[in-house]
C-alpha cells in the first residue's frame, strides 16, 4: 500500500516562498513518476508540476518560472518550492504517485 505525506503548506504573503514535502513509502519510489496538484475552493484540481523518474519535469503555465519540483530518491520523498506566490495560488496541495494520493496541505497566500 502506498502511502503519500504531504507537509510544508502554512499562511504566506504574496511574494512569499514555501516549500512542500511530500514523503513516500510502500512504493518503488526511485521508478515512479510523481507530481503536485492542487485544488482551490469551487475549482477543479489541477496538475501543479511533474516529474519522472529521469528527472523531466513539467509545470503548469501559471506555474512555470515560480515554482519547481525536485524528488530525492534516497529520502524518497518530492518536493515543490514555491516563490514569488500570489493569492490565486491560495489551494490545498496534493501529492500524487499513480492512483494514489496523498491527504494534502493547505497554502494560503495573503494580499
Known amino acids: 500500500q502506498v502511502q503519500l505525506v504531504e507537509s510544508g503548506g502554512g499562511l504566506v504573503q504574496a511574494g512569499g516562498s514555501l516549500t512542500l514535502s511530500c514523503a513516500a513509502s510502500?512504493?518503488?519510489?526511485?521508478?515512479?513518476?510523481m507530481g503536485w496538484y492542487r485544488q482551490a475552493p469551487g475549482k477543479q484540481r489541477e496538475l501543479v508540476a511533474a516529474?519522472?523518474?529521469?528527472?523531466?519535469?513539467n509545470y503548469a503555465d501559471s506555474v512555470r518560472g515560480r515554482f519547481t519540483i525536485s524528488r530525492h530518491s534516497a529520502e524518497r520523498r518530492v518536493y515543490l518550492q514555491m516563490n514569488s506566490l500570489k493569492p490565486e495560488d491560495t489551494a490545498v496541495y496534493y501529492c500524487?504517485?499513480?492512483?494514489?494520493w496523498g491527504q494534502g496541505t493547505q497554502v494560503t497566500v495573503s494580499s
Open positions: 500524487r504517485q499513480g492512483d494514489f
Open positions: 510502500g512504493s518503488i519510489f526511485s521508478i515512479n513518476p
Open positions: 516529474i519522472t523518474a529521469n528527472g523531466y519535469t
